[in-house]
């Protein structure tokens, strides 16, 4: 119950249990003859009253945040709708059973984690909850136009049924099925996202799919495929020429970036020799010439590829012998 309170300036309204407290705090006061002698402001008794009164007022509002039989809850359907539907009865404050219509049977339904508006949302067990906590996990190497990601996430509810596929979508497109994926039921597990451009940044969706259908989709992700230093060029043969050798090799990976240049470097094959400086070999294909050297002198050669990331690993040495 609340009071009509008028002060000086302005009509105030207080509840009936706190201006218990304060009457009772006056009554106090009347057992001390001078003001000196009474405690400083609202008297023990009047403190508690007051106290009774705030915390009666916490347990109220705590208790209008409880579900209870009768309540009407949001329920995200099989079918992916959200109607609002009459709680049957109670089994702790995540899971319930639920009626939406009249002529509709009662089914389970558990709390949606998710869920940050007002009131209550569930969700028809059936239907998967969304993956959260997605984060990156590492970029997997395919080929120089596109490549693949590894990325984390949790499993919270897979619904009723046996998960069939774990779908994405990219940018707002199509939804099709991962490339690949493992999960614990609930718990951790992985996605593996393939077909991505290099450098490029997605912003990805999933989904749980199961006998009953499509569950939530899970919370925008941004993937980022991040190209790299090329990988060391392979299997090299060394053709000796006029002051020259030829070099041919198989190109290894790009890093998801063109190759700019090979570059390489030699050095006289005895001990204690050390390597020149690297040098361009003036070509982005196999293979690369190294001039001006001397004719019947012994060369160790290596050589690296060159992208806008910067330079690769070297190769494994090889040798040739220049000869007219």
Do not use: C
Request: proline share 4%; charged share 25%.
């Amino acid at each position: 119950m609340l009071h009509r309170y008028i002060t000086h300036r302005e009509v105030i309204m207080i509840p009936s249990y706190i201006l218990g407290g304060v009457r009772q705090a006056k009554q106090s006061e009347a057992h001390w003859p001078m003001q000196s002698e009474a405690p400083y402001g609202i008297s023990r008794r009047g403190k508690e009253a007051a106290h009774k009164g705030q915390e009666r007022s916490r347990r109220d509002t705590k208790e209008m945040l409880r579900v209870k039989p009768h309540y009407n809850v949001r329920v995200k359907l099989g079918t992916g709708q959200i109607r609002f539907g009459r709680v049957v009865t109670v089994v702790d404050q995540d899971n319930i059973t639920v009626k939406v219509g009249k002529n509709t049977p009662t089914f389970t339904a558990v709390r949606d984690p998710n869920y940050k508006g007002h009131g209550f949302m569930f969700i028809q067990e059936s239907v998967a909850f969304a993956l959260t906590d997605i984060s990156y996990r590492s970029t997997q190497t395919e080929t120089d136009d596109d490549t693949s990601v590894i990325l984390d996430a949790r499993m919270v509810n897979s619904g009723l049924s046996t998960v069939s596929d774990i779908e994405q979508r990219l940018d707002g497109g199509s939804w099709e099925s991962v490339e690949g994926y493992s999960f614990d039921d609930p718990g951790w597990g992985f996605l593996e996202i393939a077909g991505l451009d290099y450098d490029t940044d997605y912003s990805a969706e999933f989904r749980i799919v199961n006998a009953e259908g499509n569950g939530q989709a899970s919370t925008a992700f941004v993937i980022h495929a991040p190209s790299t230093v090329p990988a060391a060029p392979e299997s090299l043969v060394v053709t000796p020429g006029d002051e020259e050798l030829s070099v041919a090799f198989d190109a290894g990976w790009s890093g998801g970036n063109d190759i700019s240049d090979y570059e390489y470097r030699i050095k006289p094959a005895w001990n204690g020799a050390e390597w020149d400086d690297w040098t361009t070999g003036a070509t982005d294909v196999s293979p690369v010439v190294i001039t001006g050297l001397i004719n019947g002198l012994v060369y160790d050669v290596q050589l690296r590829a060159q992208n806008d990331n910067g330079a690769g690993a070297e190769s494994e040495e090889a040798s040739g012998t220049p000869s007219a």
